[in-house]
């Protein structure tokens, strides 16, 4: 490991411990709604993971406006990317969809508060995001016309044209049918989406120009893609403790992958080719401080969990 | 039939049909998602009802301002809110929650689509609703400021200390247990919270005060109340073929309701009282031309379906 590397890997867990500390209070144990509803809705979100969406909300802002404060008032944005992909989560695992009864070695939601509250938990999470963003211009250092662009943005990236038109599309695709056009239509919308609005969103709160949004939308689509084809890799090559999930899961669910379509050896080189794209994209975008996006774009194809 | 009734019944029809040529719009038949997900979400958007949220937000913005101009302002919000209550239907509707197969007398969205696309509509659909709120602000007439906080609202109402709270709230509910304030709480949260949202959403966009919009959420509160109470009432003694659906549901279904709890007779005369302490709040919130208001909440009261 080099210095960079390590650097990185530092960042990334202090950004992951401010986001944690931010979402204890973007859904309060007090807070006044049915116990069991709060519960269940804090249950997955403190479920862990990478919370990669939400630093990169908050690494755009700061790469943009070249300072931390960028950052704080991000944050806000932050949370509800992460209620978001967490209710997607939640309900990708229902019987009706993947039927998971695990998910980063926790029970899923279903398993623990039923089905008909993990369905509540994951639509109260999704309307919950939205509140969010208008605290992030109530709270100052973001204007009503950016949080409302940010709202728009969110509805597209997150709706029917985005992940969930992703995840529909999966639900259709099966292996030998599947063609390799009809899997990047899946993984760009089911993955790439949200990290396209990740990075945008934190770049708009950071005062980008609309060319400074156009490569940054590129280097995040191009990003999301490598990192979703990295898991597909993963899952066939990984080590189970270090992932914290099964492997050989898609071959066990005959899931159309990368690896299946067009090969190991090819997804790898796909990945490197991504990264290189996103990379080239991000200098394009010309940002007072590019670095900690670099480094995640690099840590995203070195990773191994 | 005398002349005020009739008046507001050709006025309901009216906006009624204004309201589904802008919904067949908010989500045209073109729109590049998968077919199945937007089949599936105009399927249950297209399956009628009286529409009477998004007509209170038209209703409500024209009564501040006093001018038919707010409407138009306002019909991005109106189609908002029918997106929401479509979705909350689609989900209530799953074998998980209530499991019905019939709504308005079409087969319900999962029995048409299977389970997964059905909670993948819903999904959309909230999320959609949030995308139409900043159209709003961009079509004009409706400022950034007014959009973020109807975008908070929204939130506010619909998500886990409004609708979905009263959603979690009534599945824990049963005969023998529920207490008068227990079912208050879910009427209140379950139906009252997205009428205060139409109401306050369109007279904001009006141009309402601040005292104004308290005036009118109480008023949206009472007569949210008082609709789902004759609801409770028009189960039991109704004529199905108005209604179009079977009455008797909630006592088949053991369903806690008003009249189980505190009779026929005392639950109608809550009606009356909740519609004009309605009216009082109405006349406190001294708008230019409240007249369609006070006369939605007299149709409310005096309606057999």
Redesign the interface.
Same mark, same amino acid.
């Given at each position: 490991m080099n210095a960079g590397e390590s650097s990185i890997h530092s960042y990334l867990t202090i950004s992951k411990e401010r986001i944690e500390a931010a979402l204890a209070h973007a859904i309060p144990a007090d807070? @006044? #709604?049915?116990a @069991? %509803?709060?519960e269940s809705?804090r249950y997955s979100l403190d479920a862990g993971g990478k919370r990669l969406r939400p630093i990169l909300v908050l690494t755009a802002a700061e790469a943009v406006q070249g300072e931390a404060m960028a950052a704080a008032s991000a944050m806000p944005v932050a949370c509800a990317i992460e209620c978001i992909h967490t209710?997607s989560l939640i &309900?990708d695992d /229902?019987p009706?969809?993947d039927d998971d009864d695990y998910r980063r070695g926790k029970l899923t939601n279903h398993k623990v508060y =039923? +089905?008909?509250?993990a369905? %509540?938990a =994951?639509?109260?999470l /999704?309307? &919950?995001?939205?509140?969010l963003?208008?605290?992030a211009?109530r709270a100052g250092g973001v204007?009503? +016309?950016i949080?409302?662009?940010i #709202? +728009?943005d %969110?509805? %597209?990236y997150? =709706?029917?044209?985005g992940m #969930?038109?992703g @995840?529909?599309?999966d639900? +259709?695709g099966e292996q030998g049918k599947t063609k390799i056009e009809e899997l990047e239509y899946i993984h760009l919308h089911k993955t790439s989406d949200l990290v396209v609005f990740s990075v945008t969103a934190g770049a708009r709160i950071g005062g980008a120009t609309e060319a400074q949004l156009e490569q940054l939308a590129r280097f995040a689509r191009k990003i999301g893609l490598a990192f979703q084809i990295q898991d597909d890799i993963l899952d066939l090559t990984g080590d189970e403790t270090k992932l914290g999930k099964k492997t050989n899961s898609d071959v066990e669910q005959s899931k159309v992958t990368y690896p299946y379509l067009i090969g190991l050896e090819e997804s790898r080189q796909l990945v490197a080719k991504l990264t290189e794209e996103a990379k080239e994209a991000l200098k394009l975008a010309d940002l007072k401080s590019p670095e900690r996006l670099q480094q995640i774009a690099d840590y995203l194809v070195g990773r191994d969990h």
């Open positions: 807070w @006044q #709604v049915p @069991q %509803l709060r809705m209710y &309900h /229902l009706a969809m =039923g +089905e008909a509250m369905i %509540l =994951g639509d109260a /999704l309307t &919950h995001a939205f509140s963003i208008p605290r211009a204007s009503a +016309e949080a409302i662009s #709202v +728009e %969110l509805a %597209l997150a =709706g029917a044209a #969930v038109g @995840q529909a599309a639900m +259709e």
